[in-house]
């Protein structure tokens, strides 16, 4: 049976702001993977949805900073 791997666009629709890949990342982070071996993963299951390694690292950076909020935040001049 052939597994559904979202693409960008599928993501943005079903996922506007990438908060479930991120708790993935999370997730990950618990079990003490890396970020490279975590974006690996990712990319497995989500092929090029998945975020970037650089994106994995930034995300590792923060967890290990204790910031664990994965939802988007505002930016200036967001309407």
């Known amino acids: 049976m052939p597994s ?3 693409n960008k666009g599928h993501l943005r629709e079903l996922f ?3 908060t479930l890949i991120r708790l993935k990342t999370i997730y990950f ?3 003490k993977k890396s970020a490279a ?3 690996r993963l990712l990319v497995e299951a989500y ?3 998945a ?3 650089r ?5 590792f ?3 290990k900073n204790g910031e664990f909020d994965v939802e988007d935040k505002e930016r200036s001049g967001s309407v």
């Open 51 to 53: 975020l970037s390694e």
């Open 37 to 39: 071996e975590a974006h």
């Open 61 to 63: 950076q923060k967890f």
């Open 4 to 6: 559904f791997k979202p």
């Open 16 to 18: 506007p702001q990438m």
């Open 29 to 31: 982070f618990n079990l």
């Open 47 to 49: 092929g090029e949805a």
């Open 55 to 59: 994106s994995c690292r930034e995300w």
